[in-house]
């Protein structure tokens, strides 16, 4: 079974704090996608990346970067986390039939 | 652009059939997806279907494509407790190396002992 893990499924900052989530994924995929998930907005992607060291932005990806340096993790990173950061985080990997796989998510709360 | 819309509740008793169901505009998706996301959870894959498919059936699981309408349905048969969760679709467009997967907003199932 392939499987994603993401570092935290419950993270609390502050505003200004610089906030690292990390996702894992042991099916050796290319291509790695961070989301986030907000009531009645469904999933926005944020960045993605097709292979070691490329980045792709998504749809949103002010206030964000990501890192990924090995092919099995992906990072995001919010360099000055604000209140409207505050949303449930999910990263995924794309498998042969580009279905994606996701990890069980990251709810960030920033204060 | 690339649009995938979704009704945002269906409420279904037991035992009863679900249908749930999704519109998408582009017309060039390659692959269409049902996912389910459980409280507190991350998305997990359904089922999906290549574009040039009618319906595809899986145990409880039946999925229709209109491609002329561009609308996808997921049905479930004898729905459980279990089955409440959020459905996504999505589509998946482009060809060749990574192609833009877009989802909708997700349908709350709910099921009424």
């Known amino acids: 079974d392939v499987k994603v893990t993401q570092s935290s499924r419950y993270l609390v900052k502050r505003t200004g704090e610089k906030v690292f989530l990390e996702c894992v994924q042991d099916?050796?995929?290319?291509?790695m996608f961070w989301y986030r998930q907000d009531p009645g907005l469904g999933l926005r992607l944020i960045y993605f990346s097709y292979d070691v060291k490329m980045k792709e932005k998504g749809d949103i990806p002010e206030g964000y970067s990501v890192s990924r340096e090995k092919k099995e993790r992906f990072s995001l990173i919010l360099e000055s986390a604000s209140t409207n950061q505050t949303s449930m985080y999910l990263c995924a990997s794309l498998g042969g039939y580009n279905e994606q796989f996701f990890g069980p998510g990251t709810r960030l709360t920033v204060l | 652009g690339e649009d995938v819309e979704q009704s945002l509740f269906l409420s279904v008793r037991e035992g009863d059939s679900s249908v749930i169901n999704c519109t998408y505009t582009?017309?060039?998706?390659?692959?269409l997806y049902w996912y389910k996301q459980e409280p507190g959870a991350g998305l997990q894959l359904l089922t999906y279907?290549?574009?040039?498919?009618d319906m595809k059936q899986d145990q409880r699981l039946t999925v229709l494509l209109n491609k002329k309408d561009k609308h996808l349905s997921l049905r479930i048969a004898d729905t459980q407790t279990g089955d409440s969760a959020i459905y996504f679709c999505?589509?998946?467009?482009?060809?060749?190396?990574?192609?833009?997967?877009?989802f909708g907003t997700g349908t709350k199932l709910q099921v009424i002992p």
């Open positions: 099916m050796d995929h290319e291509n």
């Open positions: 279907i290549f574009s040039n498919m």
């Open positions: 999505a589509e998946s467009i482009g060809s060749g190396g990574y192609q833009k997967v877009t």
């Open positions: 582009d017309s060039s998706s390659t692959y």
